[in-house]
């Protein structure tokens, strides 16, 4: 006698047009804040980041340790919560998916040593964003050490060899290799 397989619960066609809608507004809430206000403030931030700090640390730094180690950290985050969770759930139950959870087509379930697996490949899932942050680390720091050899080529250095036009407008002064910062715009950036 042979047991029939057993399948995990499906989403009804209500509910996957519902998961189908929702994917598609927060996708294009996240599309359209990223075109229209996040990669406008990024290009423009990267363009003066050699003339900028942040909290007193140099903004190349910044920039370099943010896309090496800051990104892959924060992908591994909420990779860690949502997989991690389910990986925890898959050992509690011994049988992958989980008790209760909901498939979005026919899936067989599975016990013991397969699903073990499964339920520790989703804990650990995070695992390779921590090693590629860990090697980003090394890497940023290498960068932003060859970059502090480069003497940026800022506005304001150019303003103040020729105290001209622009330099006068913007302050009324040159002190001491640097055009007064009364506006403010050495550290947040020039309004051109």
């Keep these: 006698m042979t ?8 989403y009804t066609v209500r509910e996957r047009v519902r998961i189908c809608v929702l994917g598609l507004v927060v996708g294009g809430v ?7 206000w996040l990669l406008p403030r990024f290009g423009a931030f990267v363009a003066s980041a050699p ?29 860690a919560c949502i997989e991690g969770r389910r990986g925890l759930k898959i050992l509690r139950d011994g049988q992958s998916p989980p008790k209760g959870a ?10 013991g040593a397969a699903a073990r697996r499964i339920g520790y490949l989703s804990l650990l ?3 390779p964003l921590l090693a590629v942050a860990a090697w980003g680390f090394f890497q940023a ?5 060859l ?3 480069k003497p940026p080529t800022c506005a304001a250095n150019i303003a103040h060899a020729n105290c001209g036009l622009e330099a006068a407008l913007r302050s009324s002064r040159c002190e001491s290799g640097r055009l007064a910062e009364a506006s403010g715009d050495m ?3 020039f309004r051109i």
Excluded: N
């Excluded at 047991?3 to 499906?10: G, H, Q, Y």
């Excluded at 996240?30 to 229209?36: P, R």
């Excluded at 909901?102 to 016990?111: A, F, G, M, S």
């Design 3 to 10: 047991d029939l397989p057993e399948f995990a619960e499906e």
């Design 30 to 36: 996240f599309v359209m804040s990223w075109k229209l």
């Design 51 to 79: 003339c900028r700090s942040v909290f007193g640390v140099s903004a190349v730094a910044v920039l370099w340790y943010g896309v090496f180690v800051g990104l892959p950290v924060l992908c591994a985050v909420p990779l």
């Design 102 to 111: 909901k498939v979005l087509r026919p899936t067989r379930i599975k016990r």
């Design 125 to 127: 899932s995070f695992v």
């Design 141 to 145: 720091e290498s960068l932003s050490r």
């Design 147 to 149: 970059s502090q050899h």
């Design 187 to 189: 550290e947040t950036g």
